[in-house]
């Protein structure tokens, strides 16, 4: 369910917010139940793994500075309400949409400020993201992750990708204030948690480490507008849930679609110890801007 309260312009704080950061989000807090953050819709970069720099626009929690993808992940517990006072620093409608939970209907004018409450009653993995001018805001950098942790869950560590595609031709082509055809999208540079190729590795919420036997969940979520098929060397996974929803029987795969704006949560039990690759079956988007193996790719790094 959303609640929505317009604020007047430059009324950058209500009574409400708790004044939680986004690392204390990070950092967990049990007791929590209402957490506010502020979002600025600004423009801003993707550092790519070959050293091309592309405009973006970016969900940024600083109203200052440079803005980068990827955008923040938060994590809330079940039963807590997240509190988002967005505020638009671009020249167009922005808003901010939780799949599946709310918010879609809504925009917030160039310059203005609005409060956006969103309510999770359950666990569950989400992606957020811009609703407006679908899929153009989209597809240029305006979609995160939002986790919703379980207190009672037992696994031993949990991982988080949020999968994208990025289209050098659509980002130069907002920058530049022309009008995207959007019947044509052709994705050049493929990123988790925007980092491509090897660099995956030095993320620790991406890179899954762990031991043989440990039960490891690595939360997915899909914000570019290609499906994703994930496929697991050396080990097959057990998804137990989609979009939020738990599945009653988790089902043994090596091999995940993920389409577009959508969420799994996999559960990795190692039956074995080694490094293995992980990568999207479509090998147009294990490459960076062509080159392979530069694209979207991420490791395991199992010990016996
Ligand atoms: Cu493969």
């Known amino acids: 369910m959303l609640h929505r309260i317009g604020i007047p312009e430059?009324?950058?704080l209500v009574p409400i917010l708790i004044g939680a950061t986004a690392a204390s989000l990070l950092a967990g807090n049990a007791l929590a139940e209402r957490l506010a953050v502020d979002l600025y819709v600004r423009p801003g970069t993707l550092a790519t793994v070959d050293g091309t720099v592309l405009p973006t626009l970016c969900y940024a929690e600083q109203e200052t500075g440079d803005a980068e993808l990827p955008p923040p992940a938060f994590r809330l517990e079940a039963g807590d309400t997240w509190e988002v006072t967005l505020h638009n620093q671009d020249d167009t409608a922005h808003g901010?949409?939780?799949v599946g939970i709310g918010g879609s209907s809504?925009?917030?004018?160039?310059?203005?400020?609005?409060?956006?409450?969103f309510d999770f009653p359950s666990s569950g993995t989400f992606l957020y993201r811009d609703p407006v001018a679908y899929p153009v805001n989209q597809g240029v950098g305006l979609a995160g992750i939002v986790e919703i942790a379980d207190p009672g869950a037992t696994h031993d560590a949990d991982f988080t990708w949020l999968l994208m595609d990025h289209s050098e031709e659509w980002m130069n082509?907002?920058?530049?204030?022309?009008?995207i055809d959007t019947a044509v999208y052709i994705p050049n540079y493929f990123t988790v948690n925007g980092l491509s190729g090897?660099?995956?590795s030095g993320d620790p919420r991406a890179h899954i480490?762990?031991?043989v036997g440990d039960q490891l969940l690595?939360?997915?979520a899909n914000g570019g507008?290609?499906?994703?098929?994930?496929?697991?060397?050396?080990?097959h996974v057990d998804v137990m849930s989609r979009n939020g929803a738990e599945l009653a029987d988790p089902i043994s795969k090596d091999t995940v679609p993920i389409p577009s704006g959508e969420t799994a949560e996999l559960m990795l039990t190692p039956h074995q110890g080694g490094i293995f690759p992980i990568h999207d079956h479509v090998v147009l988007s294990v490459a960076a801007n062509g080159v392979y193996p530069l694209g979207m790719i991420v490791f395991t790094d199992i010990q016996e």
Not at 106 to 117: D, I
Not at 225 to 235: D, V
């Open 225 to 235: 507008l290609r499906i994703h098929t994930l496929h697991f060397h050396g080990y």
């Open 218 to 220: 690595i939360r997915v």
């Open 198 to 200: 090897a660099d995956t």
């Open 96 to 98: 901010i949409e939780v």
């Open 209 to 211: 480490t762990g031991r």
């Open 106 to 117: 809504s925009s917030v004018a160039p310059g203005s400020s609005e409060l956006f409450v």
């Open 10 to 12: 430059g009324f950058g």
């Open 173 to 179: 082509g907002v920058e530049s204030g022309l009008s």
